[in-house]
């Protein structure tokens, strides 16, 4: 423990393997607090963007080789271990955030401990994933075994901090249900457009997703397939081989595209679609809102608390192509008619900027930190 005015910190962080929302939150983390020190089950430099490569990075296991990556993969019921293993005597914060092991570290009585969940692990709770390993039937009762013990170490890990805050409503409620815990909401920082246009917009709708079976980008190009409406589907995963197949004329895959592009398709499309069941957040439905555009989305999990119906967009109930395609055709319906103000929308988004995470961050660390000093 440091006896300095300023608290030593530590971010703790699942594994630097891609670059996703995760890592955007952590890059968010270190605007807060600079000077933090990461620690992570394993890191991959090569995924590693260049602010968290700034910040020193503490891994259990340096993933630097194609045959640690796999075993890493493999044997990722181990990862307690690892976590429990780091000696974090010399902070004063420790700040974890992730869906599974983070939370697990074991901290001293005179340090806080801070833990931000995203989702309690949705392969350990019934919820889908993108995995396929555990549709296969030869593992299912070895892996009913692991999760067993698994959920119990979960469960106590998830006690282990002194404080609990979650991305959204949708996680709270999982948080209470799983754990018995109460938490604090405090939503992800969402970057915001600052380039909104109003020109006129296109005549096609747009999805972007990571392209794996739970995401239900199967459903939503098949329900194109029934009606006379253009789709674009942004996005790379285990199921493009199969979606291109599925897709007829009117819909195109258009695969991994640049930030730049993905701005100027948010720009020049006619609404947005997220056709995912149960999502954790959403963070693409913000972004789509902070262009000025309503989105079509399941009445579920994190989306619920930014879409406004009516206002901002729509929902729909039932997940399969013929519903979905009537769901789509009275959006289209309602845009043409100019239900939505692209102004509201942008508004709607303003509630999940950057900044106010980090403000709302910061304010309550720090609360938490004074009064623990008191």
Known sequence: MQNTNKPKIAIIHDQLTQYGG????????????PDAEIITGYSDPVNISQKILAAKIIPGISATNSWVKKMCRQLVFLMPIVFESFDLRKYDILISEGTAWPKGVITSPNQLHITYVYTPPRFLYGYATEGQKRDKWYLKPF??????????????????????????????????????????????PVELVTNYSDAKSEDFFLCISRLAAYKNIDVLISAFNLINLKLKVVGTGKEMEKLKRLAKENVELLGFVSEETKNSLLT????????????????????????????LCHRSGGPLEIVQAGKTGMFFDTVNPESLANSIMSFDTEINAGK????????????????????EFYNFVMDKWEAKRA
Request: net charge neutral.
């Open 268 to 295: 020049e499309c006619k609404g947005f679609i997220f056709p995912t069941d149960y999502e954790d957040f959403g963070i693409v439905v913000v972004e789509a809102l902070a262009h000025g555009k309503p989105v």
């Open 340 to 359: 939505f103000d692209p102004q509201r929308c942008i508004l709607s988004a303003n509630r999940f900027s950057a900044e106010r995470f980090k403000a």
């Open 143 to 188: 892996l009913r075994v692991i999760d067993h013990f698994l959920r119990i170490w979960d469960y106590t890990a998830a006690h282990r901090p002194d404080f609990v805050l979650v991305i959204s409503e949708e996680i709270k409620k999982r948080v209470k249900k799983f754990y018995g815990r109460e938490s604090t909401i405090i939503y992800p």
């Open 22 to 33: 995760a890592e955007k939150t952590l890059e968010a983390l270190l605007d807060i607090f």
